[in-house]
């Protein structure tokens, strides 16, 4: 063939009897590609150009050479990374001036079917993108949401400052891709290789997206039924799987060899075995044997934890049977409504390390240790006044020994509570332990939401042993793909990783009586996925608290969730304020925040959790100290005023405020960033909740406020309408006045907030509209609360002045 002969990069199934060739430009030979198999098999192959929904699902556009159409492509299967009510979407790049196409109908991209396969599509004159070169191009929503360029797009182009853009490539115009269909379904376990005729090859026939949804509905994992235990995994490319027992960790080794299962038409994908035994209590664990090469080789050696044991001994496994009937239920709980929470973060071994009760080591290190401390008369988060606790992950995580600190962030099980948090893992105690805790904190009043990740998987990578090209998120040469930082990210869209994750979220609802879930790196699983994964906790627990942290490296989705069930991490809120009490924000973005960040990031106010410290990063006290190296362990009277600037302003804004536990009692980590190691550090010293009494006192007053009758109109269900609030700016830029209620439409209070973070007394003109209807009680200021006393009321001038480093609060009853 001429040597202009298109370059072959590569083939992939779209079912298991269909699949595409793909060249690096278009075939515009009359004769289709002779495509051939290695080795060899009893199958012909019809060959004829890809349809025209897959090329355009794959690139984002298509040329249609009947019509003389350019056709740009959205894809609604597969996942789609904008909110539920699917905002009108814009195609925009080089040839329409980007940003100018945002809400212009021209440009904007409409619902059809093409191949049975739901789109948005646009289409028009062809000429302006066939004869110009290569074109970026995105997609973008009307909110002004540019929607993520997936990373299996072969037209991936990077702007001058690193976004990653779509292509236009003019020598890919829909001919580089050919389908070829086989007279029988391929054996997924053992694929051939595909030769072009005239092109050097052989290469690996991959996977395409029927693959990711293949999934079953049968129960997973170990189930005792009186005298018989089922043992089921699902395991699409595996040739052969193994299962393991063994009575106790040291006893004989029984090995049993599964079947695949056959339903109807179904590509074969589960592996099951009937033991005629009740096993309750026994170890057991996987062999999966497949290909050996390649990206999705197959190692018969490993030790495979089921991902749906229900307990486990350490990281690596075993799983234990644990019968169902053998688990208690957890007792009903009412959760509080996402509007009043007031969250505290925390990790189960720095509440309990130093905590003044009597423990053993070893209970200190984990459930136990830590109800004991819920339990006692002086509990420091309920004297605190929080209604919920988030506990960073208590799933079990790859620690490799029981004293070893871990923040829980590798998760190698999504079901089994954590052994390295157990006392007697040996046994399964973590599953009775994680229970009385969770019932010890509703006992205290507190709801429990637990930080869950799905995002990436711990070492040993079981589900990536199981499947890696099922599991795992790699690209179009096989590589894994590391958008968490951490090497592994798992793919969500797969039908049965969302279902794992759905799964073991209902499972720790109905068994643990969690209360709600904050999803570690939500971005990486999708907005898609994040909606079915809420529609489904909902049916099991309908006032579940589902919370977002909304990005990754790749990229942030808090605007895309305002049409979903989730509340997302307000990292935006985090970074101002600690640039507002050292005087580096201004007063205008201060307003934004009180309001709880509405129009982009938040649709109702529950939807924004406002923060300023997490387990990530430095503390508070660290990050805005005066002291050298970020050392805020003594910290100076100017950190500790703004500190409560800051607690002021948390407690006014809209949204569910969260704190980090210790936050209250300046607690620093000695300027260190990253402390995920340093149980020494990590540890809650609570020596400094009395030797920083004042600021703890000024917290706990600022909380009773919200929580009370007159914090509701903070404490607001749906976006409050124009003119609720009034703003006053001061002339300096940085100080901000603001009104709650103005208009009177939440009753006959009404409050009003103001704040100076510079160093110098400023005035603020204030309207009629405050100083009208009569007289003030001042609640608040920068050090504590006051209690007016009956009728104490005054008048608030229509120049207020604001002392410097200051804040008041003020109520009006009318």
């Given at each position: 063939m001429a040597s202009e002969t298109p370059h072959f990069i590569g083939a992939w199934l779209e079912s298991s009897r269909v699949g595409i060739v793909e060249f690096d430009r278009d075939w515009n030979s009359e004769t289709p590609p002779a495509i051939g198999l290695i080795p060899e098999v009893s199958t012909s192959l019809a060959v004829e150009l890809a349809p025209r929904g897959i090329v355009g699902s794959l690139y984002g556009y298509y040329y249609d050479e009947q019509r003389e159409e350019f056709n740009f492509i959205y894809p609604l299967s597969h996942g789609t990374d904008f909110g539920a009510s699917h905002d009108p979407v814009y195609v925009a790049g080089e040839f329409n001036r980007w940003g100018?196409?945002?809400?212009?109908?021209?440009?904007?991209?409409?619902?059809?079917?093409?191949?049975?396969?739901?789109?948005?599509?646009?289409?028009?004159?062809?000429?302006?993108?066939?004869?110009?070169?290569i074109q970026s191009f995105k997609f973008?929503?009307?909110e002004?949401?540019?929607?993520?360029?997936?990373?299996?797009?072969?037209?991936?182009?990077?702007?001058?400052v690193g976004n990653h853009n779509r292509a236009i490539l003019p020598d890919r115009l829909g001919r580089q891709m050919w389908q070829f269909s086989?007279?029988?379904?391929?054996?997924?376990?053992?694929?051939?290789?595909?030769?072009?005729?005239?092109?050097?090859?052989?290469?690996?026939?991959?996977?395409?997206?029927f693959f990711y949804e293949l999934k079953t509905d049968l129960p997973l994992g170990a189930h005792v039924k009186g005298q018989e235990t089922v043992f089921r995994i699902f395991a699409p490319r595996a040739s052969a799987v193994t299962l393991c027992t063994s009575e106790t960790s040291h006893s004989q080794v029984y090995e049993y060899h599964l079947q695949r299962l056959k339903v109807d038409d179904e590509v074969p994908c589960v592996w099951e075995i009937t033991i005629y035994q009740n096993m309750h209590g026994w170890r057991y664990w996987y062999l999966l044997d497949g290909i050996r090469d390649g990206a999705g080789a197959f190692d018969p050696d490993a030790r495979v934890l089921d991902p749906y044991a229900l307990a486990c001994v350490s990281r690596e496994g075993p799983g234990i049977v644990v019968a169902h009937e053998c688990i208690s239920k957890s007792k009903h709980y009412k959760t509080p409504h996402w509007q009043d929470l007031i969250i505290a973060e925390a990790h189960v071994r720095d509440l309990a390390a130093k905590a003044p009760v009597v423990a053993t080591e070893a209970e200190r290190r984990g459930f136990t240790g830590l109800t004991k401390v819920v339990e006692s008369p002086h509990f420091y988060l309920t004297n605190l006044g929080v209604n919920c606790v988030e506990l960073q992950p208590i799933q079990q995580c790859d620690s490799v020994t029981q004293e070893e600190y871990h923040w829980g962030y590798m998760t190698t099980n999504y079901f089994a509570p954590s052994s390295t948090l157990s006392l007697d893992p040996d046994r399964a105690s973590g599953i009775q332990e994680l229970q009385t805790l969770i019932e010890a904190f509703h006992k205290r009043g507190l709801a429990v939401i637990l930080d869950v990740v799905y995002n990436h998987v711990g070492v040993p990578e079981h589900l990536l042993k199981i499947d890696r090209i099922y599991y795992?998120?790699?690209?179009?040469?096989?590589?894994?793909?590391?958008?968490?930082?951490?090497?592994?990210?798992?793919?969500?869209?797969?039908?049965?990783?969302?279902?794992?994750?759905?799964?073991?979220?209902?499972?720790?609802?109905?068994?643990y009586g969690v209360d709600g879930f904050r999803f570690d790196l939500a971005e990486l699983l999708g907005v898609d996925v994040l909606c079915d994964v809420a529609l489904a906790l909902?049916?099991?627990?309908?006032?579940?608290?589902?919370?977002?942290?909304?990005?990754?490296?790749?990229?942030?989705?808090?605007?895309?969730?305002?049409?979903?069930?989730?509340?997302?991490?307000?990292?935006?809120?985090?970074?101002?304020?600690?640039?507002?009490?050292?005087?580096?924000?201004?007063?205008?973005?201060l307003e934004y925040y009180l309001k709880g960040s509405p129009w982009y990031f938040a649709k109702w106010p529950a939807q924004s959790v406002n923060y300023t410290e997490?387990?990530?990063?430095?503390?508070?006290?660290?990050?805005?100290?005066?002291?050298?190296?970020?050392?805020?362990?003594?910290?100076?009277?100017?950190?500790?005023?703004?500190?409560?600037?800051?607690?002021?302003?948390?407690?006014?804004?809209?949204?569910?405020?969260?704190?980090?536990?210790?936050?209250?009692?300046?607690?620093?980590?000695?300027?260190?960033?990253?402390?995920?190691?340093?149980?020494?550090?990590?540890?809650?010293?609570?020596?400094?909740?009395?030797?920083?009494?004042?600021?703890?006192?000024?917290?706990?007053?600022?909380?009773?406020?919200?929580?009370?009758?007159l914090g509701k109109l903070l404490r607001l269900y749906s976006r409050p309408e124009e003119g609720f609030f009034t703003a006053f700016h001061g002339p300096d830029g940085?100080?901000?006045?603001?009104?709650?209620?103005?208009?009177?439409?939440?009753?006959?209070?009404?409050?009003?907030?103001?704040?100076?973070?510079?160093?110098?007394?400023?005035?603020?003109?204030?309207?009629?509209?405050?100083?009208?209807?009569?007289?003030?009680?001042?609640?608040?200021?920068?050090?504590?609360?006051?209690?007016?006393?009956?009728?104490?009321?005054?008048?608030?001038?229509?120049?207020?002045?604001?002392?410097?480093?200051?804040?008041?609060?003020?109520?009006?009853?009318?």
């Open positions: 100018e196409a945002i809400g212009n109908p021209i440009w904007r991209l409409d619902p059809d079917v093409i191949d049975n396969q739901q789109v948005l599509r646009w289409r028009g004159k062809a000429d302006r993108f066939l004869y110009s070169g973008v929503t009307s002004h949401i540019w929607l993520p360029v997936p990373d299996y797009a072969p037209n991936i182009i990077l702007d001058t086989a007279s029988k379904a391929f054996e997924l376990s053992s694929l051939p290789l595909i030769e072009i005729e005239g092109c050097i090859g052989p290469k690996p026939l991959a996977l395409g997206n795992a998120t790699v690209d179009r040469a096989g590589h894994l793909m590391n958008w968490s930082g951490c090497g592994n990210d798992l793919r969500a869209r797969s039908a049965m990783a969302k279902r794992l994750i759905i799964d073991s979220c209902s499972h720790l609802i109905t068994v909902q049916k099991v627990k309908p006032d579940v608290v589902l919370i977002a942290e909304p990005w990754s490296f790749r990229g942030h989705i808090a605007g895309a969730l305002r049409d979903t069930p989730w509340s997302s991490w307000n990292d935006g809120y985090r970074n101002f304020l600690k640039e507002y009490v050292l005087t580096l924000g201004k007063s205008e973005s997490s387990h990530d990063d430095r503390t508070w006290i660290d990050a805005i100290t005066e002291n050298p190296d970020f050392n805020g362990y003594n910290p100076t009277a100017n950190d500790i005023r703004r500190t409560h600037l800051m607690a002021a302003v948390l407690f006014m804004s809209l949204g569910i405020p969260m704190l980090s536990s210790g936050q209250d009692f300046l607690r620093s980590k000695y300027g260190i960033n990253n402390t995920y190691l340093r149980g020494d550090i990590n540890a809650l010293d609570y020596s400094r909740l009395e030797k920083y009494l004042p600021t703890h006192a000024y917290f706990t007053e600022w909380i009773d406020f919200r929580k009370g009758h940085k100080s901000l006045t603001l009104l709650y209620n103005t208009n009177l439409t939440h009753g006959a209070v009404r409050l009003l907030f103001a704040i100076n973070p510079t160093f110098n007394a400023t005035v603020i003109s204030l309207s009629e509209v405050v100083t009208q209807l009569g007289g003030w009680q001042q609640l608040a200021d920068e050090e504590r609360f006051h209690i007016p006393k009956h009728g104490a009321q005054r008048l608030v001038e229509s120049n207020l002045h604001v002392p410097a480093m200051s804040c008041t609060l003020w109520l009006q009853e009318l």
